[in-house]
């Protein structure tokens, strides 16, 4: 089949739909992939077998303000549909498969327009996902900020638009179980519309990567914690440095790696939160790095965390990197969030704190520290666990199956 994903980003990078492209070409389906385009970069691009088709929209006030606020912009959304349709029409596509609400939104009309099926791949709780964004800082602009976007692009609104748009979408992939039983239970979807394709690790090219022996070799002297990802205040990085003043008293040699990065208000705020703690010579910022290094750092790494505070948003996902830390055999320490707590109890690959207790994970810390034996345990069974069962060779499968179960719907109303 010829298959056009919507994504309402720039592409490259996203790992989930490479991930989900390669794995539809290698089944023999064509993927065409419509995206924004950066400055530079051409309108028709051939990246690992997929097309990917570019939309370049000026750096306006008003693309500035729709990334801003989350909704919609006549102009924009109207040049992205009239793009879609031309897609439609060249290269004969049979099914549509947008990623995320608002691409889901753009691309609903079009779809119904010319009578395909449209799947909406949901990797976020979206409406949630928003109201833990909005969580911008604690100054008084910050605030100020935060009750603008509360009034102008208020969660409520895209609840209603989150159920009104997936009563008509003809299926729905999503993350982890729970976000499924969000879409079942509160947006009234029957439960065999949604399908669940987790973000888990390729072992076949994450295995592959090359350890950077000189980084490791930096770190030989400490008892490194790591997190990986990006940050914001509904990520729990606050909760970890707060744990620092108690660690330290065990743990002389700790240094907490913060592998990633956020807003520069977020950053400010953190920094100075270990400037207050005076823990500073503890916290190590690296900054985004290559995909190719992460593996480095986690290797390099004695225990990883998932710190998430618990909301709405964090109990209905669940973050890559948590997949990549068991594949290296790290025991985590993660909060309480549903399928975190979930999924680290069932593969006994790590210890779970309630949210936001850094005196908890203080003494998680302490305790791995000193039982080596527990931690090289709780790593196996994480490593175990992703080759049994939380594996991207599985997950594909079902991405697969689903688009199997499409195409005999199609061919039963053409026949």
């Not at 980084?215 to 440095?241: E, L, M, P």
Request: charged fraction near 30%.
């Amino acid at each position: 089949m010829n298959i056009c994903m919507v994504l309402d980003s720039y592409f490259p990078p996203d790992i989930r739909v490479e991930k989900e492209a390669k794995a539809l070409i290698k089944a023999g389906h064509n993927i065409y992939l419509l995206s924004f385009g950066k400055e530079g970069t051409p309108s028709i691009e051939i990246i690992d077998g997929i097309t990917v088709i570019r939309v370049h929209l000026p750096d306006n006030i008003l693309i500035k303000l729709r990334k801003f606020l989350w909704f919609d912009i006549p102009g924009y959304t109207s040049i992205l549909r009239k793009k879609l349709k031309q897609i439609i029409e060249e290269y004969g596509i049979d099914v549509i498969h947008a990623h995320d609400l608002p691409a889901v939104k753009i691309a609903l009309p079009v779809a119904k327009r010319f009578g395909i099926p449209i799947i909406a791949d949901l990797h976020e709780n979206y409406p949630e996902a928003i109201k833990a964004w909005k969580s911008v800082g604690k100054t008084i602009k910050s605030k100020m900020i935060s009750f603008a976007l509360n009034i102008l692009s208020p969660t409520w609104l895209w609840k209603k638009i989150e159920k009104s748009t997936l009563q008509e979408v003809n299926h729905i992939i999503t993350v982890v179980e729970e976000a499924k039983k969000h879409y079942t239970n509160d947006c009234g979807i029957s439960p065999e519309k949604v399908s669940v394709v987790m973000n888990t690790e390729d072992l076949d090219v994450f295995d592959n990567i090359k350890i950077d022996r000189s980084i490791v070799d930096s770190y030989a002297n400490k008892f490194v914690v790591s997190y990986i990802g990006g940050f914001g205040y509904h990520r729990g990085i606050d909760t970890a440095i707060k744990a620092i003043p108690k660690i330290i008293e065990e743990v002389p040699h700790l240094k907490l790696l913060l592998v990633g990065k956020g807003s520069k208000e977020f950053e400010v705020d953190i920094k100075t939160l270990c400037k207050r703690l005076e823990v500073e010579e503890y916290v190590e910022f690296v900054g985004w790095v290559d995909f190719r290094l992460v593996p480095t750092y986690i290797y390099l790494s004695d225990i990883c965390l998932v710190p998430h505070h618990s909301s709405g948003h964090t109990n209905t996902t669940i973050p890559h990197k948590l997949f990549q830390y068991m594949a290296l055999k790290k025991p985590v320490i993660v909060t309480d969030c549903d399928p975190l707590k979930r999924i680290v109890e069932e593969c006994k690959c790590g210890i779970v704190i309630p949210s936001g207790d850094h005196r908890k994970l203080a003494e998680a810390v302490i305790m791995l520290y000193k039982n080596v034996e527990l931690a090289r345990t709780l790593g196996k069974n994480g490593r175990k666990c992703v080759e049994k069962k939380y594996n991207w060779k599985k997950e594909a499968k079902k991405l697969i199956a689903l688009y199997e179960r499409v195409k005999n719907e199609r061919d039963k109303k053409i026949s």
